[in-house]
């Protein structure tokens, strides 16, 4: 996913203030993609001056003005082109793989030390989500819902796989 249809994504809901879309993708996708707000007002800049989105300045009293953000016709068709592009290859590049694949040269015990503490780590984060889950669940939409349960399944994938690791390592 890029950054960018993200933000498409978001617009293409509504129009917003760049404070709302940053808040919008916390509430939104930032389980799954994270951005900061130079990154965000740089991207924004961008997509302006190709002119996917457009910025209109909205005055206000005793304050700064505004920006609110409106999707243009290039950005809608940039946002449906992408979403109607299969993802052909997912990418696993993390470092918790590279890891994984190298703790072979260390010692068994510290390995062993290695795993544990991060079957804990994401038996924590299972719990979170777990809790998320449970609690306001009318003000989710259902693609959030969805996303959840794909990540709860994602935390329970990793610490069987780990599991599978140590036993056929012979690190139990």
Same mark, same amino acid.
């Given at each position: 996913?890029?950054?960018?249809?993200?933000? $498409?994504?978001?617009?293409?809901?509504?129009?917003?203030?760049?404070?709302?879309?940053?808040?919008?993708?916390?509430?939104?996708?930032?389980?799954?993609?994270?951005?900061?707000? #130079?990154? $965000?007002?740089? $991207?924004?800049?961008?997509?302006?001056?190709?002119?996917?989105? %457009?910025?209109?300045? &909205?005055?206000?009293?005793?304050?700064? @003005?505004?920006? %609110?953000?409106?999707?243009?016709?290039? #950005?809608?068709?940039?946002?449906?082109?992408?979403?109607?592009?299969?993802? %052909? *290859?997912?990418?696993?590049? @993390?470092?918790?793989?590279?890891?994984?694949?190298?703790?072979?040269?260390?010692?068994?015990? @510290?390995?062993?030390?290695?795993? @544990?503490?991060?079957?804990?780590? &994401?038996?924590?984060?299972?719990?979170?989500?777990?809790? &998320?889950? =449970?609690? =306001?669940?009318?003000?989710?939409?259902?693609?959030?819902?969805?996303?959840?349960?794909?990540?709860?399944?994602?935390?329970? %994938?990793?610490?069987?796989?780990? =599991?599978?690791?140590?036993?056929? *390592?012979?690190? $139990?």
């Amino acid at each position: 996913m890029s950054t960018k249809h993200a933000i $498409l994504g978001l617009l293409n809901e509504r129009p917003m203030y760049g404070y709302e879309i940053k808040k919008e993708f916390e509430k939104s996708v930032s389980c799954i993609w994270s951005i900061n707000i #130079g990154q $965000l007002y740089t $991207l924004l800049k961008k997509m302006e001056s190709e002119n996917e989105i %457009v910025k209109k300045e &909205i005055s206000q009293k005793n304050r700064p @003005d505004k920006f %609110v953000y409106t999707i243009a016709d290039k #950005g809608k068709n940039e946002l449906y082109k992408w979403l109607s592009e299969p993802v %052909v *290859m997912r990418q696993t590049k @993390d470092e918790f793989y590279l890891k994984m694949m190298f703790l072979t040269q260390i010692q068994n015990e @510290d390995a062993k030390k290695y795993i @544990d503490k991060q079957i804990d780590i &994401i038996e924590k984060q299972l719990n979170e989500f777990n809790k &998320i889950k =449970n609690i =306001n669940k009318t003000k989710r939409n259902k693609f959030m819902d969805i996303l959840l349960e794909a990540s709860i399944m994602h935390f329970e %994938v990793d610490i069987q796989w780990l =599991n599978i690791y140590k036993e056929r *390592m012979g690190l $139990l």
